[in-house]
């Protein structure tokens, strides 16, 4: 039997602004061993009407927001202005789940070490990945049992159960770090993480950091920045491919989440009472067309995760930065500001992440992201793109959201921006929203007629459909 409805309802913060809700720990509960239900491109559109869908997109907004500077009147009556950069006290200094979790991070890290690289002749990803993946796999259990407490492993009221919540945490925490069957890390791996802290989250961990925004900083400063460097150390030291990549033309190989929270970090300061920022920067922020100079860059990504992001396409990149991240070289000439960006970061990992049937189809599903239906949500927009997702000889028709007139996608909510239409979304460099056209920087010119600038990857990172030599 699952719990009330009213234990599992979304809980507004006291600025009204949604927030992720958290489960009553003595209502009754059912766990399910999370698995797979997007088989093929059709099953997408009912996954956009998911309580999944909805529940990352409430956690997504509420990190994001937590993420945008802050400005407050001092007692001399002038704004103070607060920012949250990488190292600062919410890494260095953070409440004890989060530096629970930290430390296996760090522990997961330290496996590489008992895996080293494997040195003999390979096409693509180290085979010794497998052997790195299969130590986390062997030791999830206790892994999670040293640094999570038994409140969350066992939750609910007592009984014998055949699936607790511990078996639906470890199934998101094995699935964030890449495939060890296809040697590939990318969004979806990065989204199955972000589960996992959800996971957390509805199950009371965080409690103990103060709600408003505190704990969701060091959440996002405190565990996923630590998490990318972990995720970033495996894809150099087993050269792993990226996984559902548009290659070029995407945003960047492995990642997106660091472009949404990094781009609020530089976004308009707001009071705690006002949404998150769609236009402006924070004053003396970096331009965003500071992405192309590598050395601003160096000096940024200590601070600033969308630099700390767009430091490590350097490292693995090498030649002009507008041949290989064409996509990013576009948004760097965004006039509007980081809180522009900021938007159209929500509204592209909304089509470009949650939307395509090759990045959420390994997603697996259980009771706390759940694939049953949104009772308020609305039905996605049926376009040609999304007819032409991919299908099994045997497919079904694409299922039917409730009828009714339903309530706007969170992405809506939080940014004003139209409602999720769903896989049909067209894939565009920068998806800014109509009304607003951004040209495109225009691009240097070839030293010489006819010739290119070369554009090669470091050994690390070479392409899906590149061979390691």
């Known amino acids: 039997m699952e719990a009330p409805t009213s234990s599992r309802q979304p809980r507004p913060n006291s600025g009204d602004f949604p927030v992720l809700e958290t489960w009553d720990r003595s209502a009754p509960c059912e766990f399910i061993t999370p698995v797979k239900r997007i088989n093929e491109g059709p099953d997408v559109s009912k996954f956009l009407t998911s309580k999944a869908y909805r529940d990352i997109g409430i956690f997504v907004l509420q990190l994001n927001r937590a993420m945008c500077p802050r400005k407050s009147t001092g007692d001399d009556g002038k704004d103070k202005i607060q920012t949250f950069q990488i190292g600062s006290e919410y890494e260095t200094q953070p409440a004890q ?5 930290q430390e296996m991070l760090a ?22 990945f497998r052997k790195w993946y299969q130590l986390v796999e062997e030791r999830a259990v206790d892994l999670l049992e040293e640094f999570l407490p038994d409140s969350v492993l066992n939750f609910g009221p007592g009984g014998e159960r055949d699936t607790t919540s511990m078996d639906e945490i470890k199934s998101y925490l094995l699935g964030g770090f ?5 040697l590939d890390y990318g969004t979806g791996h990065e989204l199955s993480f972000l589960a996992f802290l959800g996971c957390l989250w509805k199950l009371g961990m965080f409690q103990d950091g103060k709600p408003g925004g505190e704990i969701e900083r060091s959440i996002v400063l405190g565990i996923f920045e630590p998490y990318l460097r972990v995720v970033r150390r495996l894809i150099l030291t087993y050269t792993l491919e990226p996984a559902g990549s548009h290659g070029v033309w995407g945003l960047d190989d492995h990642s997106f989440q660091p ?12 009071t705690d009472s006002e949404p998150t920022s769609i236009e402006g920067s924070l004053f003396r922020a970096p331009k965003p067309a500071q992405v192309v100079k590598a050395e601003y860059v160096e000096q940024e990504r200590k601070k600033n995760m969308y630099f700390s992001a767009i430091g490590f396409i350097n490292d693995v990149k090498k030649g002009p930065f507008w041949e290989h991240s064409p996509i990013l070289f576009d948004i760097s000439g965004i006039k509007d500001g980081w809180g522009k960006i900021n938007k159209g970061m929500i509204k592209m990992f909304n089509a470009e992440v949650l939307s395509k049937f090759p990045v959420v189809q390994h997603f ?7 694939w049953d239906q949104d009772p308020t949500a609305t039905s996605p927009q ?24 339903g309530t706007a996608a969170p992405w809506a909510q939080a940014t004003g921006m139209p409602q999720a239409s769903g ?5 565009s460099p920068a998806p800014w929203g109509p009304g607003h056209p951004v040209p495109a920087p225009s691009r240097p010119r070839p030293s010489a007629a006819g010739s290119q600038s070369p554009v090669t990857l470091a050994s690390s990172a070479r392409s899906s459909n590149r061979p390691s030599r």
């Open 97 to 101: 789940s989060v530096r629970r979790l």
């Open 107 to 128: 522990k997961i890290e330290s496996y590489i070490d008992e895996a080293p690289p494997d040195q003999g002749p390979r096409r693509f990803g180290n085979i010794s």
């Open 178 to 182: 890449g495939s060890p069957q296809r």
């Open 259 to 270: 472009y949404i929270y990094g781009s609020a970090q530089l976004s308009r300061a707001i």
């Open 364 to 370: 697996h599903f259980g009771s706390l992201f759940s």
């Open 382 to 405: 049926q376009t040609a793109h999304m007819t032409n997702q991919p299908t099994s000889f045997l497919s079904m028709p694409p299922p039917s959201a409730a009828a009714g007139p």
């Open 423 to 427: 896989p049909g979304i067209p894939y």
